[in-house]
């Protein structure tokens, strides 16, 4: 399995650097078994089941992207060195981060953010750094806030800088636990309306949280995929998640991330037989076409970056070579792409039974297909 089967073009003027507003109004392909249709968020109600579950990543993105100085002493006074800093990680005793430039900083320097905030350099080991900031807790998140900018995508920040409006549009209307570094984007096209209707439908909500890190933006330097090595992230699935997803399966009702990233939690707390445990701690599940869902029955998506483990991802849940007619569909059709595009609802084909069912239970049971 090459890199290079999941190479494909991409014009640059599909690269969305600002969200759909409103958030609900952003384009929705529909791939369920071998059809494609064309429609929008908004028609989430008409599309979802009463009775199905969408599994939500309830992360919250903090304004990872610092922009400080430092200043070293030197034989003519003092010389100063603009630093931009982007957290990766809360590491035991403090932040794992990047830095740019790297080369003009030492161990034992201090990084002053304004006057709100500053680190110390404690450590600078492989091309990260290790800062120990001085502020924790509450006032350290409040520091955050005062100084901090989201940590937009490289694809998007190539292109434009963030801004104030990021730090409402690079975050979920559902954000609760603090964090991620980058935002679980296929949830960015949920709001507050659409999730009452969805409820008022039957769909049915459970929250996970997995914390996404930077590595989502790594690419693939192996042309074998299969000894591509992940990158780890900590996540949780409470007993009660869990709970609710089993009833879910149990009563033949499907099951339905929404993101990647809520797809990969829970596929790591899953059991061969598709049982789910509670899970907390970190995860590097790399899926990719051959792997065998235990517990999806389909995900929503967005559109995905040539050569990446995401687009693996989803070649695995719908097949390669329907998954490149979806995609072309997309380019086609002009589908904005990546963390601030459009998003795609994939249904495998013979994945799930088509049996109706109603907010008062299974009408019809079901056999569980065989992942």
Do not use: C
């Given at each position: 399995m090459k890199l290079s089967d999941f190479d494909f073009d991409l014009p640059p003027s599909l690269i969305a650097t600002r969200p759909a507003r409103p958030r609900t109004s952003a384009r929705l392909l529909l791939a369920?078994?071998?059809?494609?249709?064309?429609?929008?968020?908004?028609?989430?109600?008409?599309?979802?089941?009463?009775g199905d579950v969408l599994v939500l990543n309830d992360t919250k993105v903090i304004?990872?992207?610092?922009?400080?100085?430092?200043?070293?002493?030197?034989?003519?006074?003092?010389?100063?060195?603009?630093i931009e800093v982007t957290l990766l990680e809360p590491a035991a005793d403090g932040w794992r981060a990047l830095a740019k430039p790297l080369r003009k900083l030492r161990a034992g320097e201090v990084i002053r953010f304004g006057e709100a905030l500053s680190a110390e350099v404690a450590e600078i080991a492989e091309g990260e750094l290790l800062l120990r900031f001085d502020a924790q807790?509450?006032?350290?998140?409040?520091?955050?806030?005062?100084?901090?900018?989201?940590?937009?995508?490289p694809y998007i920040a190539a292109l434009r800088a963030p801004d104030a409006q990021d730090a409402q549009d690079y975050q979920t209307v559902w954000a609760a636990r603090q964090g991620?570094?980058?935002?679980?984007?296929a949830s960015l096209h949920f709001d507050t309306a659409l999730l009452e209707e969805?409820?008022?439908?039957?769909?049915?909500?459970?929250?996970?949280?997995?914390?996404?890190?930077?590595?989502?933006?790594?690419?693939?330097?192996?042309?074998?995929?299969?000894?591509?090595?992940?990158?780890?992230?900590?996540?949780?699935?409470?007993?009660?998640?869990?709970?609710?997803?089993?009833?879910?399966?149990?009563?033949?009702?499907?099951?339905?991330?929404?993101?990647?990233?809520?797809?990969?939690?829970?596929?790591?707390?899953?059991?061969?037989?598709?049982?789910?445990?509670?899970?907390?701690?970190?995860?590097?599940?790399?899926?990719?076409?051959?792997?065998q869902f235990r517990v999806t029955d389909g995900l929503m998506t967005n559109f995905h970056l040539p050569k990446s483990t995401l687009l693996m991802l989803v070649s695995?849940?719908?097949?390669?070579?329907?998954?490149?007619?979806?995609?072309?569909?997309?380019?086609q059709a002009g589908y904005r792409f990546f963390s601030y595009g459009d998003a795609s609802l994939l249904i495998p084909q013979g994945r799930f039974p088509a049996g109706p069912f109603s907010q008062d239970g299974p009408q019809m049971k079901a056999d569980r297909p065989t992942p």
């Amino acid at each position: 399995m090459k890199l290079s089967d999941f190479d494909f073009d991409l014009p640059p003027s599909l690269i969305a650097t600002r969200p759909a507003r409103p958030r609900t109004s952003a384009r929705l392909l529909l791939a369920e078994g071998s059809a494609i249709a064309d429609r929008r968020v908004s028609d989430l109600p008409d599309i979802l089941r009463a009775g199905d579950v969408l599994v939500l990543n309830d992360t919250k993105v903090i304004p990872a992207r610092l922009t400080g100085t430092r200043t070293r002493p030197t034989p003519q006074g003092e010389a100063t060195a603009r630093i931009e800093v982007t957290l990766l990680e809360p590491a035991a005793d403090g932040w794992r981060a990047l830095a740019k430039p790297l080369r003009k900083l030492r161990a034992g320097e201090v990084i002053r953010f304004g006057e709100a905030l500053s680190a110390e350099v404690a450590e600078i080991a492989e091309g990260e750094l290790l800062l120990r900031f001085d502020a924790q807790g509450d006032a350290f998140d409040a520091a955050l806030q005062q100084v901090g900018a989201m940590p937009l995508p490289p694809y998007i920040a190539a292109l434009r800088a963030p801004d104030a409006q990021d730090a409402q549009d690079y975050q979920t209307v559902w954000a609760a636990r603090q964090g991620a570094v980058a935002a679980p984007t296929a949830s960015l096209h949920f709001d507050t309306a659409l999730l009452e209707e969805l409820a008022a439908k039957g769909v049915q909500f459970v929250h996970v949280t997995l914390h996404v890190g930077a590595g989502t933006f790594l690419p693939v330097k192996v042309e074998d995929v299969t000894t591509h090595r992940m990158h780890a992230e900590w996540g949780e699935v409470s007993a009660d998640a869990a709970e609710a997803i089993n009833r879910a399966r149990a009563e033949g009702r499907r099951v339905i991330p929404v993101g990647t990233t809520a797809l990969r939690l829970i596929e790591s707390a899953a059991q061969e037989d598709g049982t789910l445990r509670p899970f907390e701690g970190t995860t590097d599940i790399f899926i990719y076409p051959g792997y065998q869902f235990r517990v999806t029955d389909g995900l929503m998506t967005n559109f995905h970056l040539p050569k990446s483990t995401l687009l693996m991802l989803v070649s695995a849940l719908m097949g390669q070579d329907r998954i490149r007619d979806i995609y072309a569909h997309a380019v086609q059709a002009g589908y904005r792409f990546f963390s601030y595009g459009d998003a795609s609802l994939l249904i495998p084909q013979g994945r799930f039974p088509a049996g109706p069912f109603s907010q008062d239970g299974p009408q019809m049971k079901a056999d569980r297909p065989t992942p």
